[in-house]
């Protein structure tokens, strides 16, 4: 299939913040993203064959270090490949600007993302315990509560994976 990522655009916002609502417990609004074109910071929108937006990504230049923000796969579209997609055209962006590391952060509960990560050769550096709020689960009957968040870091000095 013809699939495309560019750059985030106004006109994206409306498709890209309800896939968000839809995959994550404490979602960017859409006013968030529009800060994202007012800051200039990097991002990646993957549209399939009919321009319909099936992920995306947010990043943003710390110093010499690039820093993944957000990472998203439309419910329907995950386990296809396009999640890998979003962060191999990240890492060519920091790889050419010639950031020296990638970093993020992400849930400690979330087995896909990490597999993800881990598969591109991150690796865990460190934790914040209870960082992540989270929100009762009322089919477990498990309250609200915190969870920690894992650390991840890729040095760009190696291979694509
Ligand atoms: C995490 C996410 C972006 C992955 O996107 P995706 O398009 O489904 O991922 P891909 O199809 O590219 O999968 C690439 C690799 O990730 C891992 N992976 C992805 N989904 C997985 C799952 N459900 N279980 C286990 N591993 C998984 C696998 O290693 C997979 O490689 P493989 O298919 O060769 O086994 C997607 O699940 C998502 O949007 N989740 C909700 C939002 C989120 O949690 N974002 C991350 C915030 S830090």
Not at 33 to 53: C, E, M, P, Y
Not at 94 to 114: C, K, T
Request: aromatic share 6%; glycine share 8%.
């Amino acid at each position: 299939m013809d699939l495309t990522i560019t750059p985030l655009m106004a006109s994206d916002i409306g498709q890209v913040a309800a896939i968000e609502a839809m995959q994550h417990h404490a979602p960017w609004s859409a006013a968030s993203f529009s800060d994202v074109l007012r800051q200039g910071w990097h991002s990646g929108v993957l549209k399939d064959a009919n321009h319909t937006i099936q992920g995306y990504y947010i990043a943003m230049t710390a110093g010499d270090d690039e820093e993944l923000l957000t990472i998203t796969v439309h419910p329907d579209a995950v386990r296809q490949g396009y999640g890998k997609r979003l962060m191999q055209d990240l890492l060519g962006h920091a790889r050419q600007r010639g950031a020296a590391r990638l970093f993020l952060e992400v849930r400690a509960s979330n087995a896909p993302a990490i597999r993800l990560y881990e598969q591109l050769g991150f690796k865990i550096t460190g934790m914040r315990k209870n960082y992540y709020s989270l929100p009762a689960n009322l089919q477990t009957g498990t309250p609200a509560g915190r969870e920690d968040a894992l650390l991840m870091c890729l040095p760009l000095n190696g291979e694509i994976h």
